[in-house]
C-alpha cells in the first residue's frame, strides 16, 4: 500500500471510530434520559389516576417528574463527584432539557392519539404497552438530537468533560 492509500485508509478507519464513539455516547446519552423520562412518568400516571385525576392534570405531573427525575439522574454522579449543587444543576439543565422535552412531546402525543391509551387505567396492558412503545418512539426520536448535540459539544458531552472531577 502506498503512502496516500496508506493516509486514506487510516481516516476512513477513524472517521467510523468516531462514528461508532458518538453513536455510543448518544446512545447512551438517550438511555440515560430516557430512564429518568420513563421513572417520571409512570410515576406521575401512578399518582394522577391513584387520585382521580384528569388526562390534562396527569399529564403535567407525569412531565413535571420526568423533568425532575432526569435532571436528578445527571446530578447524582456529579454531586458524589464534589460538583457543588449550582453547577451540577447547570450541567443536568444543560445536558438533558433538549432531550427531555423532546422525549416528553413525543410520548404524550402517542399516548394521546392511541384510542383508549389515557383512560385504560393502570391494570391494563393498552396502558402499559402503550406507554411502553410511546416511551421507545420517544427515545427513537431523541437519539439524533443527542448525537447531535454531542457531535457539537454540547448536551451529555459537557457532564461528561466534568466526570472524575
Known amino acids: 500500500m502506498n503512502a496516500e492509500a496508506h493516509v ?9 471510530s468516531t462514528r461508532s464513539t458518538l453513536n ?7 438511555i440515560h434520559c430516557l430512564t429518568g423520562c ?19 392534570q396527569t399529564i403535567i405531573l407525569a412531565v413535571a417528574l420526568a423533568f425532575l427525575f ?4 445527571t446530578m447524582l454522579p456529579l454531586l458524589r463527584s464534589g460538583l457543588p449543587f449550582r453547577t451540577s444543576l447547570g ?8 432531550s427531555i422535552t423532546i422525549m416528553e412531546i413525543v410520548d404524550n402525543l402517542i399516548m394521546l392519539v392511541i384510542p383508549g391509551a389515557m383512560d385504560a387505567g393502570l391494570m391494563s396492558l393498552l ?34 468533560s466534568f466526570h472524575g472531577h
Open 91 to 98: 450541567l443536568a439543565l444543560a445536558a438533558d432539557t433538549a
Open 8 to 16: 486514506h485508509h487510516h481516516n476512513q478507519h477513524h472517521a467510523a
Open 24 to 30: 455510543r455516547t448518544a446512545l447512551s446519552a438517550t
Open 127 to 160: 396502558f402499559w404497552g402503550s406507554l411502553a412503545v410511546a416511551l421507545l418512539i420517544a427515545g427513537a426520536f431523541a437519539f439524533p438530537l443527542n448525537r447531535w448535540l454531542i457531535a457539537r459539544g454540547r448536551g451529555h458531552a459537557v457532564v461528561h
Open 38 to 56: 420513563a421513572i417520571g412518568e409512570v410515576l406521575g400516571f401512578v399518582i394522577g389516576t391513584a387520585l382521580g385525576w384528569g388526562t390534562a
Open 70 to 73: 432526569g435532571y436528578g439522574l
